[in-house]
């Protein structure tokens, strides 16, 4: 007998793991649960059906699809997530999924890949994924645009342990960042019930905060001083190269964050309290979990 499943992608990552977790305890769940990775064993969510695929290798794509009605569709940020996106899309249409929710970016559209928009360059990535469930009559579909995740600040940690500065390159341009908890909680609703089938929503915490502002609900929470050093955007471009990024990466990640410095994406949304009928975690609330990240 053929067995109906659900499919998680980026089932180690930020997102996918809580959409793991969530569906594996979500009492409307009817369907067993299959997840990929490149290193399946890294997967430990009870009663999963752990399976080793990879992005970039169509045919284990096909084998993971075989079977499942829907996918959670989650792809490593970078400009690789096009070709990794259309590469499970195409696999899921040929196996017969019939809906996929996908992780996508805040700004995207399906049009925001064209130069002349002027988009950051997470929504010029997600464009052609977008594009492509739009475009595929066999499939209902689900995009989820969140703002910057809150656990963005897990990459001070090393920095706030060590008592150096952290490093600012969105000056006190403001985001409402959100929980990844919030946006998985979403991505659950959406993969369960069909009421947001259709729909692209701009997912973001309830308050636009600043990086300054984060490290002080970070110090707060660990009663000392953290220092902060403003970098230009000159400065950021700079300290990207520095760390190894290739030139054209440095660019893209000094472009997005200059939408963040202009204040563009800083209006919080109502999607996540309208679709789980209670407000998203903000900042502090996310940080007070995730404390002992900074600690020790
Ligand atoms: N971070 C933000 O602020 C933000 C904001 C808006 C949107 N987004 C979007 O959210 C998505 C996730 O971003 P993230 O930073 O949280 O990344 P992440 O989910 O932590 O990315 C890592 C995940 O991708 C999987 N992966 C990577 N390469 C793979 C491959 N070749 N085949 C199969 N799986 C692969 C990894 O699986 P294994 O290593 O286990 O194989 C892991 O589960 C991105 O598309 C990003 O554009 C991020």
Do not use: C
């Not at 793991?20 to 990775?37: F, G, M, N, Q, Y």
């Not at 590469?87 to 899921?92: E, G, N, V």
């Not at 910057?148 to 001070?156: G, H, P, Q, T």
Request: glycine share 8%.
């Amino acid at each position: 007998m053929l067995v109906i499943m659900i499919l998680i992608t980026g089932a180690t990552g930020t997102v996918g793991h809580h959409v793991l977790e969530l569906l594996s305890t979500d009492p409307l769940r009817r369907e067993p649960l299959r997840a990929i990775s490149r290193q399946p064993d890294r997967i430990s969510v009870a009663g999963v059906d752990a399976v080793a695929a990879d992005l970039d290798d169509p045919p284990t794509l096909a084998a993971a699809t075989e079977g499942v009605r829907a996918v959670f569709l989650a792809t490593a940020p970078g400009p690789t997530i096009p070709d990794h996106d259309l590469a499970l899309i195409t696999a899921a249409v040929r196996a017969g999924v019939t809906k996929i929710v996908k992780l996508s970016a805040i700004g995207t559209t399906p049009e925001s890949d064209q130069p002349d928009l002027g988009s950051h360059a997470p929504a010029g990535w997600h464009a052609p994924g977008e594009r492509a469930l739009a475009g595929a009559d066999t499939l209902r579909w689900v995009s989820l645009r969140p703002a910057s995740f809150a656990s963005n600040a897990l990459s001070w940690a090393d920095d706030i342990r060590a008592g150096r500065p952290v490093i600012n390159t969105t000056g006190n341009g403001a985001m409402p960042v959100i929980d990844p908890a919030d946006i998985a909680a979403v991505a659950v609703r959406a993969l369960l019930d069909d009421r947001l089938d259709g729909t692209a929503l701009t997912l973001t915490g309830p308050a636009p905060i600043s990086v300054p502002e984060q490290v002080a609900v970070l110090a707060d929470l660990l009663g000392r001083r953290i220092p902060v050093t403003d970098l230009t955007s000159e400065e950021s471009r700079r300290h990207y190269l520095d760390q190894g990024w290739p030139t054209a990466v440095a660019e893209e990640i000094v472009g997005s964050q200059l939408a963040v410095r202009e204040g563009r994406h800083a209006r919080p949304t109502a999607a996540v309290a309208e679709v789980l009928g209670r407000p998203g975690a903000d900042f502090a609330g996310w940080a007070a979990r995730n404390r002992s990240a900074f600690t020790g």
